[in-house]
């Protein structure tokens, strides 16, 4: 079985950067206990639409680690 690539550079995350991945690990895994205590107690539905507005603001908060990261690397153009 092959390994998969990987890139020897480290990566250096600024304190906004280290912050900003600490709330989205933080909101993720209140979401998931969140979830499953809904499942839990029988509800079945969520609103679609609180779900995605949730993850859209924490995938940018994802992006915004990334730019933040890639920036100090030397990488300006890496969204693009």
Not at 29 to 55: D, H, M, Q, R
Request: glycine content about 6%; hydrophobic content about 40%; proline content about 2%.
């Amino acid at each position: 079985m092959s390994r998969p690539y990987r890139n020897n550079q480290s990566c250096t995350l600024t304190e906004s950067g280290e912050d900003k991945l600490l709330r989205v690990a933080t909101a993720s895994e209140f979401l998931a206990e969140l979830l499953s205590t809904c499942a839990g107690a029988g509800f079945k539905n969520i609103p679609s639409e609180g779900a995605a507005a949730v993850f859209a603001c924490l995938a940018e908060q994802l992006d915004d680690v990334i730019s933040e990261s890639s920036t100090i690397m030397g990488n300006k153009n890496v969204n693009q």
